[in-house]
């Protein structure tokens, strides 16, 4: 079954990956030219992005209003406990994901995976990259606020759009506890329920 928005809308499952950060590919099923791989710090053996990874990319941003200018690249990230990060070179924006930390499975929507790609794409979003005046704590949960955002707007019930940070993580110097974490998803997630019931009524 392919990622779609019906799909991603209609399915209830969850795939599990642990707590992270910042095939053939057919030709409809991702933009852009895939020629030279590009090289990030952290990252090796960078190649082009599940197909679904692409279209969930593709609904976060459409969710959002925003429009796709975001590259995806899928990697073998070195930093430990990492799923994911967002950064700018050269000014072209990137997310590039873990691929053995952030699943695509076929018959389900993992939406784990679909909060991972949304914090990410709310790092972008919020230009934290060039944010240099606040915690990278409060960058974090900014992040997290807009990715249950996100996922509200993508049919996500609250346990899905909150279920990324499960457990009890402790804060460390650059990211928060998972309870507040997922009180920052949760929060976004309720505002984009809010927002739809105005939009209905």
Known sequence: MKLSRRTLIGAAGISVIG??????????SWRGNFGMMPRFKNARS??????RAEIAM??????VGIERTIKLYSAHITKTRIAGFATTLNGTRYIVYDRAKVP?????????????MAH???HHVAVHNFRKDIQKIRLELEADRFAGFALSRLGATEAQATYYYRGNGPETITHPSSLASTASAR?????GERMKRREQS
């Open 58 to 63: 593709n609904l976060i941003t459409d969710a």
């Open 187 to 191: 929060a976004g997630w309720k505002l």
């Open 19 to 28: 707590i992270g950060t910042p095939g053939v590919v057919s030709a409809q």
């Open 46 to 51: 960078v190649k082009p992005p599940n197909p």
């Open 104 to 116: 695509w499975p076929e018959t389900i929507t993992p939406w784990t995976s679909v909060f991972l």
């Open 120 to 122: 990410e794409v709310g």
